[in-house]
T-cell receptor
Framework: EDKVVQSPLSLVVHEGDTVTLNCSYE??????LLWYKQEKKAPTFLFML????IEKKSGRLSSILDKKELFSILNITATQTGDSAVYLC?????????FGQGTELSVKP | GAGVSQSPSNKVTEKGKDVELRCDPI?????LYWYRQSLGQGLEFLIY????????KSGLPSDRFSAERTGGSVSTLTIQRTQQEDSAVYLC?????????????FGPGTRLTVT
């Protein structure tokens, strides 16, 4: 059975901390791995990774994929209260995305 | 519009009634997807369209659920004889192509409550 597992499920940190969110997967016909941020309703796109070992970076966020070990990490440095959200990992399989349960990040002032 | 739009944003219906949810994808996006997010659950794939055809309907939970897309643009998800377990946020997404290597952009969702 195809599955995407995220850890931890929830995390509480203080502003300025660095966090690492994990995503492991067992999915047939892997095409890509995507990270989304969900604050209210619509998940907003962060990164898409297709190749191992190539870091993608946007501001304080970065992500990398390991296709041999079947996992990805999302790093957030110098966290801010505005980073509080649920972070979703999804694997593209053919035409659909298979999502993990999400990691709920809470950043305290 | 610039992004994916969905309507209505909220829908409350009585058990047993039919509902229609609408999705308007980003202009030029050929692929369109429907997902469902129940309280405390992850996003669950329902169906996707490549143009007007639906190669993968594997996620539709029962034959009460159907979807169509006309003109390669707007899509409608129909739920017949709604049940309380259908209560969820229904999210639509679109992407430039369908092959799984294009980012999917999500709409704001329709929150469906079945009473």
């Amino acid at each position: 059975e195809d599955k995407v597992v995220q850890s931890p499920l929830s995390l509480v940190v203080h502003e300025g901390d660095t966090v690492t969110l994990n995503c492991s997967y067992e999915v047939t016909n892997f095409r890509s791995l995507l990270w989304y941020k969900q604050e209210k309703k619509a998940p907003t796109f962060l990164f898409m990774l297709t190749s191992s070992g190539i870091e993608k970076k946007s501001g304080r966020l970065s992500s990398i994929l390991d296709k041999k070990e079947l996992f990805s990490i999302l790093n957030i440095t110098a966290t801010q209260t505005g980073d509080s959200a649920v972070y979703l990992c999804a694997v593209g399989q053919g035409g659909k995305l298979i999502f993990g349960q999400g990691t709920e990040l809470s950043v305290k002032p | 519009g610039a992004g994916v739009s969905q309507s209505p944003s909220n829908k409350v219906t009585e058990k047993g009634k039919d509902v229609e949810l609408r999705c308007d994808p980003i202009s030029g996006h050929t692929a369109l997807y429907w997902y469902r997010q129940s309280l405390g659950q992850g996003l669950e794939f329902l169906i996707y369209f490549q143009g007007n055809s639906a190669p993968d309907k594997s996620g539709l939970p029962s034959d009460r659920f159907s979807a169509e897309r006309t003109g390669g643009s707007v899509s409608t998800l129909t739920i017949q004889r709604t049940q309380q377990e259908d209560s969820a946020v229904y999210l639509c997404a679109s992407s430039l192509r369908w092959e799984g290597t294009y980012e999917q952009y999500f709409g704001p969702g329709t929150r469906l409550t079945v009473t």
